[in-house]
Structures are given as structure tokens and as C-alpha cells.
């Protein structure tokens, strides 16, 4: 598969790292110096740009790409490029970090995959404690009703 | 009505200003606690709300469910697609609006189904556009939905239509000539109506036929 993924932080990097093993990753991220989180031996492409910038956006490939990932700190830049993404190109599997869980919330009932990593943390070490047995993302990755606002 | 804004950079206190002169309830959203305070100073504090206006429970407190319309205008287009979005998808707000900084991401805007978008970049650079490129002939208005434009062109020495009348010229498809200014006198324009040399010549035409009345009258 081609895989594009938008913003080099830790995510971004561990995500490549696994993926680039056995498809063909582009990495989009806007500063030069982040290249270094992926050590010496990777064998990832990386644009230098912006994720929510289609030149940017086509020079890495999303013509082609299978399947896109948006993992920058910033909900928003996430989501709009998910949508770029979605919309103007069709991408098959497009999958979001969305920090807010009442945000991630919205855009999920619109029918994209957000990520929420606080609420799988949480629900991952509750679990931990507990000693149950980890269960499938989906039941991590809901709002808690204490945390719904509307 | 009741209108927020989201983003206290000087556009939107100044559309703030605006709207509050024309005697509508306004909220101006800033995250920024200084930025805020400011903006208090000027505009009132029951006009400013500190907080990020991309939270859903900030937008609860202040009032998306009521607003008659929802207007993002910081510096940030994606923070400025994300507030329109949410302002729609969440809270049904009738009409939003956003500032887009980069023109080229006012299509995905208006996908996502946002009813208006204004660019500053756009708006500059079809002005310099229409001074460089379209001389005499200015296009001062676009009638939005029809793709219908009114263009003035100022009649020139060189013109082939000088002396003729209006009945005898074959204009573009649904093209109306409207009016002429002659001399600083309005004319109504009728079939016997002759064109002389520096008449002002107001019209109606397709914005894709406004090249050809253009190459007609020149």
C-alpha cells in the first residue's frame, strides 16, 4: 500500500517506522529538523510542507495513496487535512488524531475515524489496574458521558 | 440578531465594531486572556468571551445554539474550517462564514458546506487583476448566483460601434445593455439609442460572454 502520513512528531514516527516494513510510507511535515526521529536506516520519503496544502499534498503522492494518516499536534490541521484528503481525493482509509474528546466526538458521528490517544490511555490503564483483558480500540476510543457537553 | 465572531485579531474587532454600531447582540471569541482584556477595553465586556472557540463546551457557553450566524475569522484557516463545521454539524447554525487566508483552500470550504467565504488575498488580487489586465473595462459587481456580472467599459475613439444604434448590434447570449452615461447625464437605452465616443456603458452579461462584449464595443 502507499501509505501518507502528515506530521513527524512521536506518533508520526513510531507509525511510519512500523508501516514503512512492509509498504511504501511519505512522511509530510513541515520542519526539516524532525527527519531525525526517524534514525539512520529508515526507508521512508519525506516532503518537506504542509499537510493542508494540496501542491504539498500532491507532491507526496495523494493521488495514489491508499490509505492517510493526520497525527500532527493540532486537531484542526488534523481534521482539515483529513478532509482535503477525503473529499478532493478519495483516499480509501483515512484515519485522524483528534486530541479533544468532544471534538473527536463530533467529527466521528460525521463518520471519520478519530483517534483520541487520552481516552485509550485512560482506558487502557484502567484496565491494567483492574486486570481485565485489553479489549478492542473501539470501546476505548468512546466519550465518557461525564465528558459530553451537549 | 445574533452574531458570533471567532478570532480577536483586528479583523474581527473591527467587524465587532461594525456590527455592534449596527445595533446586533455580537460576541467576539479570543483565547488569547490578554488579547481579551483588550478587546474588553473597546469594544465592552459583555461583548468579549475568553476562550478557544473550537471547543464544544466553549461554544455551549457561549450561545453557538442561539447564534443566527457564526463568523471565524482568525488567522487560521483550519481553525477557522473546524469552528464553521462545528458550528453547522453541532449546532445547526443557520450561517456561517470564514475568513480563508490561502485561496486556495476556499473550495474544500465551501464543500464542507460553509455559505460564504471571504479572502483578503483573493479580493487584492482580482482588483490588481482587472486594473492590469482588463483596461477600460471594470467588472464592479458579481451577481452571485446567476455568474452574472455588471461591466462599465468606457467607449473609446477606436471603438467600431461609434454612430451605430443599439438595435443594429448583435450582442452576446442574454446580454443587456442597461445605461449610458454620457457627458455626466444617465441615458435609458433603447433600440434608437447611438453610441458616441467616451460613453460609459453599463451591462448585464453571462461572467463567460463578458469577453466577447468586451472584444464588440472596444
Request: proline residues 2%; contains cysteine; glycine residues 8%.
Given at each position: 500500500?502507499?501509505?501518507?502520513i ?9 507509525l511510519?517506522?512500523?508501516?514503512s ?6 512522511i509530510?511535515e ?26 504539498t ?9 491508499d ?7 493540532g486537531d484542526n ?19 485522524v ?9 463530533a467529527?466521528?458521528?460525521l ?6 490517544p ?13 486486570d481485565?483483558?485489553y479489549e ?9 458521558a461525564e465528558?459530553?457537553?451537549? | 440578531?445574533?452574531l458570533?465572531?471567532?478570532g480577536?485579531g ?9 456590527l ?5 447582540e455580537?460576541?467576539?471569541m479570543?483565547?488569547?486572556?490578554k488579547?481579551a482584556?483588550?478587546?474588553a477595553?473597546i469594544?465592552g465586556?459583555e ?7 473550537c471547543?464544544?463546551a466553549?461554544?455551549?457557553?457561549a450561545?453557538?445554539n ?9 488567522g ?5 474550517l473546524?469552528?464553521?463545521?462545528m ?13 480563508v ?15 460564504q467565504t471571504?479572502s ?7 482588483l490588481?487583476?482587472?486594473q492590469?489586465?482588463?483596461d ?6 458579481a451577481?452571485?448566483?446567476g ?5 462599465e ?5 477606436r471603438?467600431p ?8 448590434l448583435?450582442?452576446p447570449?442574454k446580454?443587456n ?8 447625464q444617465?441615458?435609458?437605452?433603447s ?10 456603458i453599463?451591462a448585464?452579461v ?5 469577453d ?6 472596444h
Open positions: 500500500m502507499n501509505i501518507l502528515f506530521g513527524l512528531g512521536r506518533t508520526g514516527a513510531a511510519a517506522l512500523q508501516l516494513r512492509q509498504h511504501s510510507v511519505t509530510i513541515q520542519n526539516p529538523d524532525a527527519v531525525r526521529r526517524l534514525g539512520a536506516k529508515h526507508t521512508c520519503n519525506v516532503v518537506i510542507g504542509s499537510g493542508i496544502d494540496e501542491d499534498l500532491v507532491r507526496a503522492g495523494i493521488a495514489t495513496a490509505a492517510f494518516f493526520a497525527v500532527t499536534r490541521t488534523n481534521l482539515m487535512a483529513a478532509q482535503v484528503a477525503q473529499i478532493n481525493y478519495k483516499v480509501k482509509h483515512i484515519c488524531r483528534v486530541a479533544d474528546p468532544n471534538r473527536a466526538q467529527y466521528r458521528n463518520g471519520m475515524t478519530c483517534i483520541t487520552a481516552l485509550i490511555i485512560a482506558g487502557m490503564m484502567r484496565d491494567w489496574l483492574t481485565t483483558p478492542q480500540i473501539d470501546s476505548y476510543n468512546v466519550l465518557p465528558m459530553e457537553v451537549i | 440578531m445574533y458570533i465572531l471567532v480577536g483586528n479583523v474581527g474587532m473591527q467587524l465587532a465594531k461594525k455592534i454600531g449596527r445595533g446586533h455580537v460576541l467576539l479570543e483565547k488569547d486572556g488579547q482584556t483588550r478587546l477595553t469594544l465586556e461583548s468579549v468571551f475568553v476562550g478557544d472557540g471547543e464544544v466553549t461554544q455551549k457557553e450561545g453557538f442561539r447564534a443566527d450566524a457564526v463568523v471565524a475569522v482568525t487560521e484557516d483550519e481553525d477557522n473546524v469552528v464553521c463545521q458550528a453547522k454539524v453541532v449546532w445547526n447554525v443557520q450561517r456561517v462564514l470564514a475568513r487566508n490561502d485561496p486556495s483552500h476556499e473550495e474544500i470550504f465551501k464543500k464542507i458546506g460553509v455559505d471571504v483578503a488575498t483573493s479580493l487584492i488580487f482580482s490588481l487583476d482587472q492590469i489586465t482588463m477600460e473595462f471594470i467588472q464592479v459587481g451577481l452571485a448566483k455568474n452574472i456580472e455588471i461591466v467599459l468606457i467607449l473609446s475613439g471603438s460601434v461609434l454612430g451605430m444604434a443599439v438595435r443594429d448583435t450582442l447570449p446580454t445593455i442597461i445605461y449610458i452615461l454620457r457627458k455626466e444617465g441615458l435609458l437605452v433600440g434608437d439609442t447611438t453610441f458616441e465616443e467616451g460613453d460609459t453599463l448585464l453571462p461572467s463567460d460572454q463578458a466577447a462584449l468586451r472584444g464588440m464595443l
